[in-house]
């Protein structure tokens, strides 16, 4: 009977696995996870992004997801005036469980943007991205019902795992991503787009057991911009649709921006907003510009039914992007949120 509990565990884990990929609310600060085609895509030398989310803390390290990610813009001079060849390395760390389960991959990406005008204010692309997985299951971190006694935990299911788990604890695999995006100003200032994504094209098997179960693709819609409502005052808007398996989930939101510093190339900027990840939470959102520096936070207010367990935590999350600019820098509009 434990035999048997244990397995439809297991396959419950392996089915959660294959649903829900990782993902950050603040989506707009990892481009490297949202849309291989974001590679790039900035002005300006390099960019360093990074991300930290601690998910439902009343519920002790229920998940905890790290990324981060380097690319930047390559062959410039070989290139036509306003086209991109973007290069890019990310990785991303993800423990669940009080680190039961940890997944780790790194990624390598590149993609390609051709100017659709002069200017190069409107561009459209393509990305593409390789990935290295690696997930482990730590079975000194497992413990279930029977094992609870009254002089407390005691050997009991945890005996099974080992021959249950017929392929090991450890699991690693290749992955395919891909995606397309569009980039679009019509002054020179503001900033429009709309991409898609497909993670997991090859749909790479992923099993602990000898029953095969695999990765299913993660299709994701997502746009926004960047409007300027005077000199000192823009909004910027996004929107994110994501598909899994039978999960979905569609975020959107917006931040006012306030400048500080008057400057348009190289703002100080204040952030202020929320976004809402409908049926689920509410997620504040607080940010700071400058020197080509953005740092944000943000906080998920849960709404859904978990939050009788969760007392409305929802998470924090904070980011960090950094763009190196060089002193000629065009100013040209991209991506921000």
Request: net charge neutral; hydrophobic share 35%; charged share 15%.
């Amino acid at each position: 009977m434990r035999k048997l509990l244990f397995v439809v565990f297991v396959l419950l884990l392996t089915g959660t696995l294959k649903a829900q990929d990782p993902h950050f609310s603040q989506f707009f600060s990892s481009p490297l996870t949202l849309n291989p085609a974001f590679t790039g895509k900035f002005d300006g030398l390099w960019r360093l992004a990074a991300n930290h989310r601690d998910q439902w803390p009343s519920i002790p390290k229920a998940y905890v997801t790290t990324s981060a990610s380097i690319d930047f813009p390559i062959m410039k001079t070989r290139l036509p005036e306003g086209d991109v060849f973007g290069l890019g390395i990310s990785g991303v760390s993800d423990q669940s469980a009080n680190s039961a389960l940890k997944l780790n991959y790194g990624s390598i990406s590149m993609s390609y943007h051709k100017a659709l005008d002069e200017n190069g204010y409107n561009t459209i692309g393509a990305g593409f991205q390789g990935t290295y997985s690696s997930m482990n299951l730590d079975l000194s971190k497992l413990t279930f019902e029977d094992e609870l006694r009254a002089n407390g935990f005691q050997q009991g299911t945890s005996q099974d795992i080992p021959i249950i788990l017929s392929n090991g604890t450890k699991q690693n695999y290749l992955d395919l991503n891909a995606g397309l995006l569009f980039s679009g100003s019509t002054n020179g200032e503001n900033n429009y787009y709309i991409g898609a994504s497909m993670y997991h094209i090859n749909r790479p098997k992923v099993s602990y057991t000898d029953k095969d179960w695999y990765l299913s693709g993660r299709v994701t819609i997502h746009g926004g911009g960047t409007f300027p409502v005077s000199d000192v005052v823009s909004v910027n808007a996004s929107v994110i649709h994501q598909m899994q398996n039978k999960a979905s989930e569609t975020t959107l939101g917006a931040a006012l921006a306030l400048n500080a510093g008057g400057e348009s190339t190289n703002p100080t900027n204040v952030y202020i907003g929320s976004w809402v990840r409908i049926n689920d939470a509410i997620i504040p959102y607080i940010g700071l510009e400058f020197g080509g520096l953005r740092i944000g936070a943000s906080y998920d207010v849960n709404t859904s039914s978990l939050k009788a367990a969760t007392g409305s935590r929802g998470g924090s999350e904070f980011s960090i992007i950094y763009i190196k600019r060089p002193s000629d820098v065009k100013g040209i509009p991209c991506p921000k949120f």
